[in-house]
C-alpha cells in the first residue's frame, strides 16, 4: 500500500520474517523490546494474534508497529494494542499523520477500540515541571483526531532512566550516598551476584511469588512467564540475575536488552535477609552488565502515576532514585474507538462490576 502526505510517498508492507522486522526496528529512533518479532511470538501462544506493519520511505524504515489482536470472547469484536509503540520519530508530526490513519482504519474493521502506547516523553521531572517542545502540539493533534488518553495503562507511562554513556566512576557519583552505602554493605556480608541460566527460573519464579504475595500485587502461572523468560534469555536479549548468599538465592532480577537500551522488566526478593540490601546490588550488577552489552541508556521500568507518598509505587520509586537517574514523565496509553457505547461498557462499567464481585466474593468468604 502506498500513502502520499505532503508530497512524500511512503509505502506500508507487511513483515513476515524475524530477522527483517528486528533489523528494520533497530534503524528506528528508540527500538523498544516490547514491539520485537519474540514479544509477539509469545503472545500469539497466549491468545493474542500478531501483525507486524512497516512504513517506508525510499525503502527505510520510517516507522513501525506489531499489533497484537485479541477477540472478546464469543462477541463479533476484538481489541488491538500496540505495546510501547508505534515506533518511529515521535517529535515528526508529520508522521504521526501518516501512521495515526492506518490505526483508526483498523478500528473500524470490527475493531471495539486500539490502544497505543509509545514512548512519548512528556518531559523530565514529576508532573509539575514543564512540557518538552511540541508536546502541546501533538496532544492537540490526538484529540483533534479522536484519541483519548487511556484509564488503562498497561505499561508504566512514567519511569527513571539512567545514561549509561557515563563511566562507571560517574555512575557511582550520582547515586545518592544511602545507596552507594547499601551496595558496600550487601558485598560486605557476603551477598554476590551471579549470571543465572535456564535452569534457575523456577527459583527466580519462587521469589517472584514470595514479592506478589507480600506487595499485593497478582501475577500469572510459572508457565507464562517460563515462556518468555526462557525464550528471550535463549534469544540473547534477556539476562537472569541473582543475588546469592552461601549459595541460597535471596533476590534477583531479569534484564531485558533490545538495542541500545536495558530495560530491568521483573525483581524478586526473599522475605529473608532483606536487610543485607541484595537489591542494590543485584542493580549495581545489572547497571555494570548492561554497559558491557554496549548499552546507552538503563531504563527502571516504572515510576509512579502521582509524584507522592500515596502513590502505592512510591516506596519502590525512592530506591530506583537512589542510584541516580532522572524521572521522565510519558504520554502512556491512548485508544481511539468508532464504539463509544461498546467503549464505555469495556473501559468504565465492566471493571467497576468485576471490582464489586470480587468485594462480595470477599465478604462472603469472612463470614
Avoid at 523456577?202 to 525464550?231: C, H, K, M, N
Amino acid at each position: 500500500m502506498r500513502v502520499a502526505s505532503s508530497q512524500v510517498i511512503y509505502q506500508i508492507v507487511s513483515v513476515a520474517n524475524r530477522d527483517e522486522w528486528d533489523a528494520a526496528l533497530l534503524q528506528l529512533p528508540h527500538p523498544h523490546v516490547l514491539q520485537t518479532w519474540d514479544w509477539g511470538a509469545f503472545k500469539e501462544r497466549w491468545g493474542w494474534q500478531a501483525r507486524r506493519w512497516l512504513w517506508t520511505q525510499a525503502g527505510q524504515p520510517v516507522a513501525a508497529a506489531q499489533l497484537l489482536k485479541r477477540q472478546l470472547g464469543r462477541l463479533p469484536l476484538s481489541i488491538v494494542y500496540i505495546p510501547k509503540g508505534p515506533l518511529f520519530d515521535v517529535t515528526n508530526l508529520a508522521l504521526w499523520e501518516v501512521v495515526l490513519p492506518e490505526l483508526e482504519a483498523e478500528a473500524r474493521r470490527g475493531v471495539l477500540f486500539v490502544k497505543i502506547d509509545p514512548d512519548v516523553p512528556l518531559g523530565p521531572g514529576d508532573e509539575d515541571a514543564a512540557l518538552l517542545p511540541g508536546v502541546e502540539s501533538l496532544l492537540q493533534l490526538l484529540q483533534r483526531r479522536g484519541w483519548r488518553r487511556s484509564s488503562e495503562q498497561i505499561q508504566f507511562k512514567n519511569t527513571v532512566l539512567l545514561d549509561l554513556t557515563l563511566d562507571t566512576e560517574t555512575l557511582q557519583m550520582r547515586m545518592k550516598p544511602k545507596t552507594r552505602y547499601n551496595i558496600r554493605l550487601a558485598t560486605r556480608r557476603g551477598v554476590c551476584v551471579r549470571q543465572g541460566e535456564l535452569k534457575d527460573l523456577e527459583s527466580f519464579y519462587a521469589l517472584y511469588r514470595i514479592t506478589s504475595q507480600r506487595d499485593g500485587f497478582l501475577i500469572r502461572p510459572f508457565a507464562y512467564y517460563r515462556d518468555v523468560w526462557s525464550q528471550f534469555i535463549t534469544a540473547g536479549r534477556a539476562h537472569l540475575l541473582l543475588a546469592e548468599l552461601e549459595g541460597q538465592s535471596i533476590a534477583g532480577l531479569l534484564l531485558f536488552v533490545f538495542g541500545r537500551t536495558a530495560w530491568y522488566m521483573y525483581g524478586a526478593s526473599d522475605n529473608t535477609h532483606r536487610e543485607l540490601m541484595p537489591n542494590h546490588l543485584l542493580q549495581w550488577g545489572a547497571i555494570q552488565l548492561a554497559k558491557q552489552l554496549g548499552c546507552t541508556q538503563y531504563d527502571m521500568w516504572g515510576a509512579p502515576d502521582r509524584f507522592d507518598e500515596s502513590d502505592p509505587m512510591w516506596g519502590v520509586y525512592r530506591f530506583k532514585m537512589g542510584f541516580g537517574g532522572e524521572t521522565v514523565r510519558g504520554l502512556g496509553a491512548c485508544d481511539f474507538t468508532t464504539f463509544p457505547i461498546g467503549y464505555y461498557l469495556y473501559t468504565v462499567v465492566m471493571p467497576r462490576l468485576l471490582a464489586a464481585m470480587r468485594t462480595t466474593a470477599r465478604f462472603s468468604s469472612d463470614r
